[in-house]
C-alpha cells in the first residue's frame, strides 16, 4: 500500500487520534494523541491488509522549547506486504508518560529502555523500565535540549568512588 | 562398593561475564544465573561504551558528523558512512553520481567481506578452532592495505561524502582489487574445508540459540541473524541504494535459524560481496565522483585554490552548514551487521535537530536472553559468537 493510504486508514479507524499526516521526501509521519497508541500498534500490527510485523525502531524527540512537547517516534515496516509508516506520538514535556508496546513487539524493549533513558520519557506496562547505557543513579537526561553538551558541571558521583578507590589502593603499587 | 548417598547441596549461582572477557568482543557485561551448568537467566548490560554521538551529531553539521559514523561500528566503518551519506543525501534531496554510486557499492561490499571475516575468525576462535582465524587476518588485511591505498586509512575511512566519494579510485587500485576478487572465492572454500563439515563445529552450532522466523521478525532482527531464520528481508534487495540494484546478487537463507544457518548464511554473503564487488569493477563507466549542487555539495578542491568565489562558498558551506528544507527523513542500509538506520529532523539551519541512530547491534544484543536462556554455560560464547555485536555501535 501507499503510505499516504496507510495514514488515511489510520485516520478512518481513529479519527480523533490523528493530528497530523505529513509527507517528506516520499515518506509519511502520523502525529498522534498519546491516548490510544497500544490500540493503534495493535491494530497496525494484526491487520492482515498492513500487516506492520516489523518495528525498525523507536526514538523520542524533544520539542519542549517551541511546543512545551516531547514525542516518542515508531518506525514500523511490513517485511511480508513491503510498506512502511511512521508515527509519531505527543507526550507533554512535563510528567511524559505513553504506553508500552511491548504486547505488541518484543524487539521494542530496548528501544523504549533508552528513551526512558535519554529523554525520561516513562513507558507504562513496560516489563523492566531501567536506564540502559547511562548509569543507573546518572542525574538529567541527555538527549533533551537542555542538557549542555560537555556535560553537567558537577562530576558524576560514580566516578569520584572510582577515583576514591583508585586513591586507597595506591599503598600496593610496585616501588620496584 | 557401597553406594555413597549422601545429600549434595545445590544452591543457584550468579556470576558475571564481562565487561572484561576476550568472548563478549569488547565491554558488554552478562550477568548467569546457573543451575549447574544450565543457564537459568541471562541478563545483559550495555553502555560502557556510550560516547553520546546522537548528542554529537546534533551540534554539529552534516559535513562534519560523518566520521563519528565511523566510530559506530569500527570493523566495517565504510558501510556506516555509505549509510550515513544516503541517509543525509535522501535529506538534502540530492543524488549521487553513477560512478560515485558504484565505487560505494564496491567499497562497501569490501567492507562486508572484512567485517564477516572478523566475525569468522572470533567465532570460531571463541569455540576452539584456531587455524581459520589465522588465515581470516591474512584476507582482512589485504582489504585494509587497499583501503589505505584508496584513502590513506585503514580503520576510519570517511571516504564516502554527501554527494559522492573523497576522490576517485585509480587504476592500480582497481587491478589489485581484480586480483583479489578472483582469488578470494577460493579463500572462502579453503575455510569452509576447515569449518563447515567439522564434527566439532556442527555439535558445538547445529541446534544451538534457535530463533524461530516469526520470533525473529517480532524481536526486530535484521542481517545474517534474520535471515538465518529463513526470512528474505534484504534492504539492498527491499529498498535499493547506490548501485545495488544495478548489479545481480542472491541473498543466501537459512532454514532453522540456529548457530550454523546464520554461519552458512554470512558465508553466502562474503561470496555474494564478492560477487558484487567483480560487477562493480567490470560495469565502472568513466564520470565524475561527486554531485554538483552548489546549495549543498562542496566545490572541488583544485577550483577553491583559484578562484576566490569558491573559497567563500566552500567557507560558508563549512561553517554554516548547508539550509536544509525543514522536514524528517529515515533512511536504512545493509550494514554487515543487519539494519543501519539514519533518522534526521531538520529545523531548517545547517545541523540536525535530531539525529537518530537505529543500530542493529543494539537489537541484536537484548535478544541475548532469549537465546542463551535454558542452554547451556558454554552455548553462551557460542551466542554472542553468532549475534556478530560490536558494542561501540551497539552503545553509540
Redesign the interface.
Known amino acids: 500500500m501507499e503510505p499516504l493510504q496507510i495514514a488515511e486508514k489510520i485516520k478512518e479507524k481513529f479519527p480523533d487520534e490523528v493530528l497530523e499526516i505529513k509527507e517528506?521526501?516520499e515518506?509519511v509521519?502520523v502525529l498522534l494523541k498519546k491516548g490510544r497508541i497500544l490500540d493503534i500498534c495493535k491494530y497496525l500490527h494484526d491487520d492482515p491488509e498492513l500487516c506492520f510485523?516489523?518495528?525498525?525502531?523507536l526514538?523520542g524527540?524533544?520539542y519542549a522549547e517551541s511546543k512545551q512537547k516531547l514525542e516518542v517516534?515508531y518506525?514500523l515496516y511490513s517485511?511480508s506486504n513491503?510498506h512502511a509508516i511512521?508515527l509519531k506520538a505527543e507526550v507533554p514535556a512535563i510528567n511524559p508518560e505513553i504506553d508500552s508496546v511491548t504486547s505488541v513487539?518484543?524487539?521494542?524493549?530496548?528501544?523504549e529502555r533508552?528513551c526512558y533513558d535519554?529523554f525520561g520519557i516513562i513507558f507504562k506496562g513496560h516489563p523492566d523500565l531501567r536506564r540502559?547505557?547511562?548509569?543507573e543513579d546518572w542525574d538529567g537526561y541527555?538527549?533533551r535540549k537542555d542538557?549542555p553538551?560537555e556535560g553537567q558541571d558537577e562530576e558524576w558521583r560514580g566516578f569520584k568512588a572510582v577515583l576514591d578507590r583508585s586513591k586507597r589502593f595506591k599503598e600496593f603499587e610496585w616501588k620496584g | 562398593m557401597e553406594a555413597i548417598e549422601k545429600k549434595i547441596e545445590t544452591k543457584e549461582l550468579t556470576i558475571s561475564m564481562g565487561p572484561q572477557h576476550p568472548a563478549t568482543h569488547g565491554v558488554l557485561r552478562l550477568v548467569l544465573d546457573l543451575d549447574g551448568e544450565t543457564v537459568i537467566k541471562c541478563t545483559p548490560y550495555?553502555?560502557y561504551l556510550?560516547r553520546?554521538i546522537?548528542?554529537?551529531g546534533e551540534?554539529r553539521t552534516y559535513f562534519a558528523a560523518l566520521p563519528l559514523t565511523d566510530r559506530l561500528d569500527y570493523i566495517s566503518s565504510m558501510n556506516n558512512n555509505v549509510g550515513y551519506v544516503n541517509a543525509v543525501e535522501?535529506?538534502f534531496?540530492i543524488e549521487a553520481p553513477e560512478r560515485a554510486k558504484f565505487i560505494r557499492t564496491m567499497v562497501a561490499e569490501m567492507g562486508r567481506i572484512s567485517s564477516h571475516i572478523i566475525w569468522l575468525g572470533t567465532h570460531v576462535l571463541d569455540i576452539g578452532a584456531t587455524t581459520p582465524f589465522l588465515y581470516a587476518f591474512r584476507e582482512r588485511e589485504r582489504i585494509m592495505d587497499l583501503f589505505e591505498g584508496l584513502c590513506g586509512a585503514r580503520l576510519t575511512v570517511s571516504y564516502p561524502r554527501v554527494g559522492g566519494v573523497r576522490n576517485d579510485v585509480s587504476q592500480e587500485f582497481l587491478d589489485e582489487l581484480y586480483k583479489f576478487v578472483l582469488e578470494f572465492p577460493s579463500r572462502i572454500d579453503d575455510y569452509e574445508t576447515l569449518v563447515t563439515e567439522n564434527r566439532v563445529w556442527k555439535k558445538r552450532t547445529v541446534g544451538i540459540g534457535v530463533i524461530s522466523a516469526e520470533?525473529a521478525?517480532?524481536?526486530?532482527?535484521t542481517g545474517g541473524m534474520l535471515r538465518g531464520s529463513g526470512?528474505n528481508?534484504d534492504i539492498r534487495k527491499?529498498m535499493p541504494y547506490d548501485a545495488y540494484d544495478k548489479v545481480e546478487f542472491d541473498v543466501p537463507l537459512g532454514k532453522n535459524g540456529d548457530c550454523y544457518d546464520r554461519y552458512l548464511v554470512r558465508m553466502g554473503e562474503m561470496r555474494q560481496a564478492n560477487r558484487i564487488i567483480k560487477q562493480c569493477i567490470e560495469k565502472l563507466a568513466a564520470g565524475p565522483v561527486m554531485a554538483d549542487f552548489p546549495k549543498f555539495t562542496l566545490p572541488p578542491k583544485d577550483l577553491i585554490l583559484k578562484d576566490i568565489e569558491r573559497l567563500i562558498h566552500q567557507f560558508v558551506l563549512i561553517t554554516k552548514g548547508p539550509v536544509v528544507p525543514e522536514?524528517?527523513?529515515?533512511s536504512?542500509s545493509e550494514v554487515p551487521k543487519g539494519?543501519l538506520?539514519f533518522?534526521f529532523?531538520s529545523d531548517g539551519t545547517g545541523k540536525p535537530?535530531?539525529m537518530?541512530v537505529?543500530a542493529p547491534s543494539?537489537?541484536h544484543?537484548?535478544?541475548l536472553p532469549k537465546l542463551c536462556e535454558g542452554g547451556l554455560v558454554a552455548d553462551v560464547i557460542a551466542n554472542i559468537g553468532t549475534i556478530d555485536i560490536v558494542l561501540g555501535e551497539c552503545?553509540?
Open positions: 517528506f521526501r515518506q509521519s510485523d516489523y518495528l525498525v525502531d526514538c524527540a524533544d517516534i518506525h517485511i513491503e511512521r513487539w518484543t524487539g521494542v524493549n530496548w528501544h533508552e535519554m540502559i547505557l547511562m548509569p541527555p538527549l542538557y553538551v | 550495555v553502555g556510550h553520546g546522537e548528542k554529537l551540534n535522501k535529506l534531496g520470533e521478525i517480532n524481536w526486530g532482527l526470512v528481508y527491499h522536514g524528517e527523513v529515515y536504512a539494519e538506520g533518522y529532523v535537530y535530531r537518530r537505529r543494539f537489537v544484543a537484548s535478544v552503545d553509540r
